[in-house]
């Protein structure tokens, strides 16, 4: 199947798909969303991938939702319409049976940053730069904002939602977000050597060890904060906040 946002590469047993709108540093719009998803089904039906990587093409993994899409939204309803298909990637994702490798090739910010939990390995190249700046534009980053407050403590994930603080590779290693960070020229090279780590061990046991994980993290708490997240795109505040965004200039908000 052809693409024109994502690129797929199956090669040595691992299927590796790719954000590929480098020239919007892998922005997701609705177009990458539904292709990703279909990305993932095709990759994950294909019997010569024991694993899926998730990476980018060019210098960022992904800067999270395209806000000039979402600035052009007609309605509220239709800026909604948007974050329902990141989070219908999101449950896609995390209903992936085979081990998924996320291969943060460059900066993650927003939900290029939430992709990060999906991952049973998360590989960081150094120099890449992490952050969750959802709350600038008005929103929230469900992942981190639910899964988070367990994952890294109530402070860290409050502190890392609320002011958009960037960390680097070795602090979201520190923290427990990656399990690897590598020079970015051996970021293949590691990530095969994980995939070849997962191929080792009983498929059964992987998706049991995946089946288990999948019940916690698919629990109330994160779908809480998916709706929150669309209820807060579906507000004019957002969509202003996306404006000004696209006008290169900051939103201001009364408090």
């Avoid at 806000?67 to 974050?83: H, I, T, V």
């Avoid at 502190?159 to 590779?169: D, G, K």
Wanted: glycine share 8%; proline share 4%; no cysteine.
């Amino acid at each position: 199947m052809g693409y024109s946002t994502v690129d797929v590469d199956v090669r040595d047993s691992i299927g590796w798909i790719y954000m590929n709108r480098p020239e919007k540093y892998n922005a997701m719009n609705k177009t990458m969303l539904r292709e990703l998803i279909s990305a993932v089904d095709d990759v994950e039906g294909n019997p010569n991938a024991k694993v899926l990587v998730l990476s980018g093409r060019g210098k960022a993994f992904s800067a999270g939702i395209d806000l000039s899409e979402l600035a052009s939204a007609k309605d509220p309803d239709e800026a909604g319409r948007l974050f329902q298909s990141l989070a219908s990637l999101f449950r896609r994702l995390l209903n992936v049976e085979k081990p998924l490798i996320v291969a943060v090739n460059g900066d993650a910010f927003g939900g290029g940053a939430e992709l990060l939990w999906v991952g049973d390995a998360v590989v960081i190249a150094e120099g890449a730069r992490i952050s969750w700046a959802e709350a600038r534009w008005g929103l929230l980053p469900p992942a981190l904002s639910t899964i988070g407050l367990l994952a890294l403590s109530p402070v860290r994930a409050s502190y890392l939602a609320m002011t958009s603080t960037i960390i680097s590779a070795r602090e979201a290693l520190e923290i427990g977000l990656a399990s690897h960070v590598t020079p970015p020229e051996k970021l293949g090279e590691t990530v095969a050597s994980i995939a070849r780590a997962f191929i080792e061990n009983s498929p059964q046991a992987l998706r049991a060890i995946k089946r288990i994980k999948r019940s916690i993290v698919m629990t109330y708490m994160l779908e809480l904060g998916i709706s929150e997240l669309e209820r807060l795109s579906r507000t004019i505040s957002a969509l202003n906040a996306a404006r000004a965004f696209v006008e290169k200039r900051r939103p201001s908000y009364e408090w």
